[in-house]
């Protein structure tokens, strides 16, 4: 297993006490001794990583950093699967724009992480691949749908990854792993190459084992695309500028709704914590409304699987992927091919999206779900008038039991409600690991902040961590 951050990892490439191509020889050592006891990877490639550390740039930020990548983004001549048997033949053509970022900066893509099926779950386990564990507590789910790239950089298989963040697929597996993982604002980090689910909240981000180290990898992921017409025309900034800086006088929300007695107590208490620090810190803590927030599940349940249908109606056994063999007809080649290509989770999604997006009910639903997902962007623009950051649990309860948590699709849902009015509102939001007890599982804080903040953002979430430490 390998210990040390980004920055660790720098300094000892450009002193030349290790050399990229030995770096990567360490990672493939501990994927290959350690992967079967979490499952975090379900590909990589030793060669190609070698082949671009022979060529590393070290001048570069990012020069010489092998970098785990979820299954769901594109990597040039590599299986891209999305952990889904629909794509179990699937060789990606082309580099999404993010990998090609990461590449200029001088990072070696490295490893392909498991995950929920096209990115649909909260705890790993709707992978065609199998469940991925939790290195930071064994035995219970890594959370979802991030969970290879959560579980590699907590197993010290993986420096830092990158992940998709719909609902809470980065911020959610970092607080259950007991690392960092940052959703940036919507549009900040191109989609180009991220196979899409709900594209109105997708998003690419890091997760990393510290805030330096998120800083770092945004530097290198943002930039206006000119293939995703979505990807925000704003110069890049240095996201580390203001990390250490003081946090004296900043005003932080703390929504009422978030205070539910439906939390379990340990996260209670971790938000306690995270309060107390704060304040120390010299932040005012600040009680604000977020009147919406019991509508955001059902709101972006409805959005989501709308849109996944849609999106994934291009899976028709004709151009990508699985196909179904000895079919009668057109009509079967489809059916049976999607059937059998796609997991029972991807295929409630499909027809949930195609209920709610049908004649007869699409005022009652889609339309309604988009009349909330307004209400909750207004509820932030108001709250965000008051205060300049909201604070708030990733999720209700630590991490669950991996195997019968008992529970119920419909709860699962229900456990995003923290992290999904973030992707409805499009704000940039970040987990930060709260320490516990000996023996209690890994529980993150998280903190919100204003379209386009995330200097600022980070700088809040490292005076938490500096705090916490
Ligand atoms: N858990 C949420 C879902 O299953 C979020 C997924 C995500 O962010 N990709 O839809």
Same mark, same amino acid.
């Given at each position: ?56 740039? !070290? ?134 190459? !991220? ?75 971790? !938000? ?168 209690? !599982? ?28």
């Amino acid at each position: 297993m390998l210990k040390g951050t980004i920055t660790h990892w720098r300094k000892q490439l450009t002193a030349g006490t290790i050399t990229p191509k030995e770096l990567v020889q360490e990672l493939a050592t501990a994927m290959e001794q350690h992967n079967s006891g979490t499952n975090a990877f379900i590909s990589w490639d030793v060669d190609k990583a070698l082949q671009a550390a022979e060529t590393a740039d !070290l001048s570069k930020p990012l020069g010489g950093i092998p970098i785990a990548i979820k299954d769901n983004i594109c990597l040039k001549g590599e299986p891209t699967r999305c952990a889904s048997r629909m794509l179990h033949n699937f060789v990606a053509p082309y580099d999404a724009t993010a990998v090609n970022k990461l590449r200029n900066a001088g990072a070696i893509p490295f490893g392909r992480t498991n995950m929920d099926e096209f990115a649909m779950g909260s705890a790993g386990k709707n992978s065609a691949y199998g469940a991925t564990d939790n290195p930071a507590a064994p035995g219970h789910a890594p959370g979802g749908s991030s969970s290879g790239s959560a579980a590699a950089v907590a197993a010290g298989m993986a420096i830092a990854a990158l992940g998709s963040d719909t609902g809470g697929s980065i911020r959610q597996p970092a607080s259950h792993c007991g690392i960092v993982g940052l959703k940036p604002t919507y549009g900040r980090v191109s989609r180009y190459g !991220l196979v899409a689910f709900a594209s109105s909240l997708d998003q690419i981000g890091p997760l990393t084992q510290n805030v330096e180290d998120a800083a770092l990898l945004l530097n290198s992921l943002c930039g206006h695309d000119e293939h995703d017409s979505t990807s925000s025309t704003l110069a890049t900034e240095d996201f580390s500028a203001e990390l250490g800086h003081s946090i004296k006088g900043v005003r932080i929300g703390l929504p009422k709704e978030y205070l539910s007695s439906g939390n379990d107590a340990a996260v209670t208490n971790a !938000l306690q914590q995270a309060i107390t620090k704060l304040t120390e810190a010299g932040a005012e803590i600040v009680e604000i409304s977020l009147p919406h927030a019991e509508a955001v599940v059902a709101a972006y349940y409805i959005i989501a699987c709308a849109e996944a249908s849609s999106n994934l109606s291009r899976f028709d056994g004709i151009r990508y992927g699985y196909r179904a063999e000895n079919t009668n007809g057109l009509d079967e080649l489809y059916s049976r091919s999607r059937a059998e290509g796609f997991g029972s989770e991807v295929k409630r999604r499909i027809i949930l999206g195609t209920y709610v997006l049908s004649s007869g009910f699409y005022d009652a639903y889609y339309a309604k779900a988009q009349k909330v997902r307004a209400l909750v962007a207004q509820d932030f623009a108001e709250a965000f008038r008051k205060v300049d950051f909201i604070l708030g649990p990733v999720a209700p309860t630590a991490a669950p039991q991996l195997h019968n948590s008992g529970m119920s699709p419909l709860q699962v849902y229900l456990s995003d409600i923290y992290t999904i009015p973030a992707n409805l509102a499009g704000l940039p939001g970040i987990s930060v690991p709260c320490p516990q007890p000996q023996g209690g !599982l890994p529980i993150g804080i998280q903190l919100l902040g204003r379209h386009y903040a995330e200097t600022a953002l980070l700088r809040v979430a490292s005076a938490l961590e500096q705090a916490f430490a």
